[in-house]
């Protein structure tokens, strides 16, 4: 695995490759400015990859002016085109057949040690704390940043999920993979066909289950994306 070090007072677009899980590579690009104070992970949906979640960061990015902005991709391809970290055989409401959902919520569990070694890379060649290393992502994304943020054995800084797809506990789930108890914001459009409907409020039930309190924004007429309205949202969420 190359390491961070030689990268930390650079603040282009750089690619680290993470080679975990028997060989697999996920491919990173960070923006590193100099002498960061906190950094955010952010993660793209199905069929994306980090250029995109690079792209978008493009319109808050300075609004972080001490943060360290990374940028997975995650090691399997998708389909048609692009990254996946899950499989997701259904869309819409159909995702959350019982099912369905199983097969998603293991093949994404296979894939956080990814970002866990990426944040441990970023504390320790960074020299970032933990608490000040936030966790984001869009779509299934979002639901990789709830679960990176409750097994990480380091207690992180704060988790904000992007139209999320629903994070439901299955009875093939071990609730002893949570180790921790982050700072949660779950954004959703109520315009949003690609995940069900109720993703949000589903989320946000089996967070309370697990003795959380989730923060939840509804954002009017947003469909399936990261809207301008959503960015703030994650802005005044974890400044």
Same mark, same amino acid.
Request: charged share 20%.
């Given at each position: 695995m190359?390491?961070?070090t030689?990268?930390?007072?650079?603040?282009?677009?750089?690619?680290?490759?993470?080679?975990?899980?028997?060989?697999?590579?996920?491919?990173?690009?960070?923006?590193?400015?100099?002498?960061?104070?906190?950094a955010?992970?952010f993660?793209?949906?199905?069929?994306?990859?980090?250029?995109?979640?690079?792209?978008?960061?493009?319109s808050?990015?300075?609004?972080?002016?001490?943060?360290?902005?990374?940028y997975?991709t995650?090691?399997?391809?998708?389909?048609?085109?692009?990254?996946?970290?899950?499989v997701?055989?259904?869309?819409?409401?159909?995702?959350?057949?019982?099912k369905?959902?199983?097969?998603?919520?293991?093949d994404?569990?296979?894939?956080v040690?990814?970002?866990?070694?990426?944040?441990?890379?970023?504390?320790?060649?960074?020299?970032?704390?933990?608490?000040?290393?936030?966790?984001?992502?869009?779509?299934?994304?979002?639901?990789?940043?709830?679960?990176?943020?409750?097994?990480n054995?380091?207690?992180?800084g704060?988790?904000?999920?992007?139209?999320?797809?629903?994070?439901?506990?299955?009875?093939n789930?071990?609730?002893d993979?949570?180790?921790?108890? #982050?700072?949660?914001l779950? *954004?959703?459009?109520?315009?949003?066909? @690609?995940? !069900? %409907?109720?993703?949000? /409020? +589903?989320? =946000?039930?089996?967070?309370?289950?697990?003795g959380?309190? #989730?923060?939840?924004?509804? *954002?009017n007429?947003?469909?399936?994306? @990261?809207? !301008? %309205?959503?960015?703030? /949202? +994650?802005? =005044?969420?974890?400044?």
């Amino acid at each position: 695995m190359k390491k961070l070090t030689a990268i930390i007072f650079l603040s282009a677009a750089l690619i680290i490759g993470l080679n975990i899980h028997g060989g697999r590579a996920a491919d990173v690009l960070s923006d590193i400015p100099e002498n960061p104070h906190s950094a955010l992970v952010f993660i793209h949906g199905f069929g994306q990859d980090g250029a995109a979640m690079q792209k978008l960061a493009a319109s808050f990015k300075d609004k972080l002016p001490d943060t360290a902005v990374f940028y997975p991709t995650a090691p399997d391809r998708a389909p048609h085109q692009g990254y996946q970290w899950f499989v997701i055989p259904a869309f819409g409401n159909d995702m959350a057949n019982i099912k369905t959902y199983e097969q998603m919520l293991d093949d994404a569990l296979s894939n956080v040690d990814v970002l866990h070694e990426l944040i441990d890379d970023i504390h320790d060649d960074l020299n970032i704390s933990y608490e000040n290393i936030h966790v984001a992502g869009f779509s299934q994304g979002g639901l990789m940043t709830v679960l990176t943020a409750l097994t990480n054995p380091n207690p992180l800084g704060r988790s904000v999920s992007f139209s999320g797809v629903p994070f439901i506990i299955t009875d093939n789930f071990d609730t002893d993979l949570i180790v921790a108890r #982050p700072e949660i914001l779950l *954004i959703q459009g109520d315009n949003d066909s @690609v995940i !069900p %409907a109720d993703s949000l /409020e +589903m989320t =946000k039930n089996t967070l309370e289950s697990l003795g959380l309190t #989730p923060q939840t924004v509804v *954002i009017n007429r947003m469909r399936h994306e @990261v809207s !301008p %309205a959503a960015q703030q /949202e +994650m802005l =005044k969420f974890i400044k």
